[in-house]
């Protein structure tokens, strides 16, 4: 109690949006802060939901071929040196084990911040002729990069995640992959998390360490700060080549193979809260909530006698419908109270029930998103439940592209697009000559840096924001998690 | 292929019953070894028997009330240092990070080799009143034990497993979770991996570093070496104390919790191998057996115009209802290396057909476990191969019960005890005074350890096996994994 006493104390999001995301993380349950620097604890309601954004990814994963596997925590100092680039990319930001038990390492060893190198070393053994190939190996693991600066689910120290790894023969297919799992991704995110994305490649500078190209997906939260929520790699045969990951071809002759890596952590559940949540906390999309309806009982006289059995009776009959649901049976809260506490903690749609529903046999439904309230007939029930949540899903995907839509705008000026950046504009997309220098020059001026340059980018029409020689792209800026 | 042409060359397990296994896990394609001393690499068809194994162990958690969490993998030593008995316990055996970027760690962490210390030390954050009492968590998670020597899946430096921490507010309640926590993975093993377990109490110096009373269940391994396949703990109020994990009762006095933990690991898939696999190689019982039939077309002349299309109806029809299937359309491989390799693979079930059997409109079905082959007309085929598998699960089990008993005995004779138990005798039941003298005797004498004491365990009828002495129960002795 003395935590839930708290609803409605959460910090309004448009007097501080960091601050509320907080707050809606501890209060809503879905994360609390560890005795451990940089790590959280991700709480059952939480992790309920990445429960449910990973069955839905797996689901996919199998779906287009791949596979699930497992590979060591731990890397061998040796082993991560092999690939240059991507020593210097990761070198500072992870954790080194010296000791193990009694005895000081000959090598150190680190603890994973991503796999690729020991899923080459493995690769190198597995892969000897073409008709190894594809392979089509994913991963559900936690990951460590030591971080200055943690936000819960947006950076921490370590986090949970699934990063796939897979081999191909040709520069085409290896390409093809990394590009089929983006769109898997896109849809992902739309479909389920009902958060619009923009798809697109990653700038030079902010391709992963040791990629030949990176993509990701762009997504723009309720305070115009981008997300990304996800990235596919193009590894080219850097990767091969440092691991010597080879096969004999078709034409007998040895080749390295073609690598790529994508992936999505917990990361995306930051994302979810921050499209959708309001001034009252979170909003979750429902194929990602917990519970997708919390059945509240209204609590006069012997309530319990009365309204309990048929409350009961509804749960059951909404889950044989597969319906995830709460009921809140509990004695020590008044119905107000469970009503701003599950409003808070983001369930999409509230059943209330009550003496008089009975005797009119009804029910009372409130969306979360709206808040529109419905009298139902009781034997209507299961339809009116499973329509709304549908909408609810489909409003929220609406609402969220309408918001980007409205926070996304153009520029070719490059005083105008200093000015506009400093509230919280969204997507800036603006002309760019392809430079590092420019990139990194508005960076620092304006803290927007490039998002990414999304597929259906228009060509641009105006020369480079900041240097005036001839533009290459329209690219997306953003201030950026 | 190159790996694959060794399909016969696995050791027989009357030969050598420890390379038999390392054999069957590497040719089955289970897991293999990696770069990292101690860390086994978990390949896609092991990983896909513990996401079987996983999904079915989820499904029981969540029916008896718990939900799942995530805890941070580090834990800082100071936290570690709180329960005496467990620090003692465990700490010899952790892997520690001193290092994180380039930062020398102020406090060193230790890398978690099971979670009460970090999982207590948030119970004590949340738990406050009778009312937020029973916690019922899980954690799918990996941990670290530095091991010195180290076998696959049966005792790895990292590995995968599951485990509950619960807390309750009465003595009473936390046993009973204990006990029907033991009771689930009884059931489960019994029910879903067909291996036969014995339940019951380990004794004063096997029971887990900090509970009151540990619980075991112990399967029999097919060279008569017993496992130890999870474990259940009772751990009484000490981690409460030492983490002050404290509520206000009913009667509003401030009480320590009572709090419980157990786990299983990917050593069941060890259990599995070695509980059913024969000299062919592995053989899965049906409900973890990632492919539950294998659909093997017979290759003559236009095979690809005849056969094959049937064979995919066939798959299509089986997926539909349900069952794992492989088709193994190789144009590479002969239908009777495909039958050999399957075979060692384990798959339960073996359709062939060919273009007599489709002229007659029939399959043959063969079965890993006996061989036996059946024609079974088409019209009939759905219903001939479910019935087979659950024929197969309950086979195995019944098998493994009747291996168990034929190596279990009992002797009050210590002489014969040590005679016994120069072979592989299985389990030997015995007296014993209760005393750790006896226990570290007969184990230093005979290499053979207490099990457990088992719930029906009769009440002994001579004195202790080695002192003489009056004997407090009879234990059930083995060597043991």
Same mark, same amino acid.
């Given at each position: ?11 309004? %999001? ?57 590979? =060591? ?174 096969? %004999? ?112 046999? %009804? ?67 603006? =002309? ?37 020689? =001839? ?11």
């Amino acid at each position: 109690m003395s935590q839930t006493d708290l609803v409605t104390e959460i910090t309004k %999001q448009s007097e501080d949006f960091s601050r509320w995301y907080l707050d809606v993380v501890r209060r809503a349950e879905l994360a609390d802060y560890s005795p451990v620097k940089g790590c959280m604890v991700i709480r059952p309601y939480g992790y309920a939901i990445w429960e449910l954004i990973q069955r839905e990814l797996d689901d996919r994963f199998k779906a287009t071929g791949h596979v699930n596997a497992y590979f =060591p925590l731990f890397i061998p100092e040796s082993l991560l040196m092999r690939e240059a680039e991507h020593v210097e990319g990761f070198a500072p930001q992870v954790a080194w084990v010296t000791k193990g038990g009694d005895e000081v390492l000959e090598e150190k060893l680190i603890v994973r911040p991503t796999s690729e190198v020991i899923i080459g070393t493995m690769y190198a053994k597995w892969i000897k002729s073409w008709r190894d190939l594809p392979v089509l190996i994913n991963q559900w693991a936690n990951v460590v990069r030591w971080e200055k600066v943690t936000r819960p689910f947006l950076r921490t120290t370590e986090f949970l995640w699934q990063e796939g790894h897979t081999a191909h023969e040709t520069e085409a297919e290896a390409h093809e992959e990394t590009l089929r799992i983006l769109a898997l991704y896109k849809e992902f995110c739309e479909t389920v998390l009902a958060m619009p994305v923009v798809d697109g490649q990653k700038s030079e500078s902010e391709k992963f360490a040791g990629a030949s190209r990176t993509y990701s997906i762009e997504a723009l939260m309720g305070d115009g700060r981008a997300l990304q929520a996800g990235t596919s790699h193009d590894l080219g045969q850097n990767f091969a080549k440092a691991f010597e990951i080879q096969f %004999q071809g078709r034409d007998k002759s040895l080749q390295h193979a073609w690598t790529t890596s994508w992936g999505v952590s917990t990361r995306l559940i930051g994302g979810v809260i921050m499209t959708h949540g309001d001034d009252s906390g979170l909003i979750l999309p429902p194929r990602v909530a917990p519970y997708q309806v919390v059945v509240v009982p209204i609590s006069r006289g012997n309530w319990r006698e009365t309204v309990l059995p048929r409350a009961q009776e509804i749960r059951g009959e909404l889950q044989r419908a597969g319906v995830r649901v709460m009921l809140d049976d509990r004695d020590s809260q008044t119905p107000g109270w469970k009503f701003a506490e599950w409003e808070m903690r983001g369930v999409p749609l509230r059943l209330e029930i009550g003496p008089k529903d009975i005797e009119k046999s %009804q029910v009372v439904l409130a969306r979360r998103d709206t808040r529109e309230k419905a009298f139902v007939p009781m034997e209507a029930l299961v339809g009116a439940v499973t329509m709304r949540l549908d909408e609810i899903q489909a409003a929220l995907l609406a609402r969220a592209r309408a918001f980007r839509e409205e926070h996304t705008s153009a520029t070719n000026d490059y005083e105008e697009f200093k000015r506009m950046m400093e509230g919280r504009p969204g997507f800036i997309i603006a =002309p760019w000559c392809g430079s590092h220098e420019c990139e990194a020059a508005i960076k620092a001026e304006t803290q927007a840096t490039i998002r990414n340059i999304p597929f259906d980018s228009p060509a641009p029409t105006a020369p480079c924001l900041k240097c005036g020689q =001839p533009a290459d792209v329209s690219a997306w800026f953003a201030k950026a998690y």
